[in-house]
């Protein structure tokens, strides 16, 4: 059984769903958007209700969703694997009150200690924890290594009048109207441009405008690109990075309500550490800037 919200956490799973070699017939429990649908197709899934973060009555309801719609005498699981994140708490909790050994993956987006479904689940004498990252493990806490250390940045040419992906993710209801303002400031932005905004619905901007796509489609827009610039989601980044590009990464601020936190900055500093991407604050989106991220590309390690 794996359980994960959309987004990174859902990129992540799959990722660690080869390392802790799960079968072919195992439970996918996730949100129903394009990314589940496109990454999934073909798997046996369970797609629950939406839960915001800390959305406590929508939590709830995900667990009485899952406690009715599963088969727990006929499903034959051997173990609940989770990489959050508000989808872990109900999933897990009640994984294990079935009898299902449950695991909870920590995301490599927290780079200084647990998201707020980890310490709730390490109050559970019963869920196995792990982390990413060396630095903070212990105790409960057991190193696993990270998804994010198999890249390094190669140089290629720059392009001088690059051609624009921008992809703000499908978080709700979170805007993230200064990366899209920082852009159109640049004058970088043009009729070939491809906007992926989420909830953060505009008007009149220049290019090709999707609330939402497909797996398939995303990466069509991606690798059409000579410039990818992205929110920091853990999710968006690591696809990019499997398609072998070096992303501009602008980390949402919790100051500016554009995340519940302000876990994006500690993502973005691991990229800007590894350079495997630019990071950029929305304030500081500079022409130049953009075009020097086009001198570089991705390979996996």
Not at 61 to 83: H, L
Not at 157 to 171: E, K, M, R, Y
Not at 199 to 208: F, I, Y
Not at 291 to 298: K, L, P
Request: glycine letters at 10%; a neutral charge; one cysteine or more.
């Amino acid at each position: 059984m794996l359980i994960a919200s959309t987004g990174g956490h859902l990129a992540q799973l799959v990722k660690w769903s080869r390392t802790v070699q799960s079968r072919d017939d195992s439970l996918w429990i996730t949100f129903d958007n394009p990314q589940s649908r496109s990454l999934l197709a073909g798997r046996n899934t369970l797609f629950v209700p939406y839960i915001p973060p800390r959305g406590v009555s929508k939590a709830a309801k995900a667990f009485a969703y899952m406690q009715k719609e599963i088969d727990w005498k006929g499903g034959g699981f051997s173990a609940a694997v989770s990489t959050g994140a508000a989808l872990a708490v109900p999933g897990l909790l009640l994984a294990h009150a079935r009898g299902v050994p449950s695991f909870y993956i920590e995301s490599v987006s927290r780079v200084t200690g647990p998201s707020l479904s980890g310490r709730i689940l390490s109050a559970h004498p019963g869920i196995k924890l792990s982390c990413q990252y060396r630095s903070w493990a212990g105790g409960k806490w057991h190193y696993r290594g990270t998804v994010l250390d198999r890249y390094a940045h190669i140089e290629r040419s720059i392009v001088d009048d690059p051609q624009v992906f921008v992809t703000l993710g499908t978080i709700q209801p979170y805007r993230f109207d200064a990366l899209v303002d920082g852009l159109l400031a640049t004058g970088l932005v043009n009729d070939r441009t491809v906007w992926q905004l989420g909830c953060t619905g505009r008007s009149n901007l220049p290019g090709e405008v999707h609330s939402e796509m497909s797996s398939v489609d995303f990466d069509a827009a991606a690798q059409s690109a000579d410039l990818v610039v992205t929110h920091a989601g853990v999710g968006t980044i690591l696809r990019l990075l499997d398609l072998g590009i070096y992303p501009v990464v602008v980390p949402r601020r919790k100051s500016h309500n554009e995340h519940v936190d302000d876990h994006q900055h500690q993502i973005a500093d691991v990229v800007a550490e590894q350079a495997i991407g630019a990071v950029m604050p929305p304030n500081l989106i500079t022409r130049e800037a953009l075009i020097e991220a086009t001198g570089f590309s991705v390979r996996g390690l």
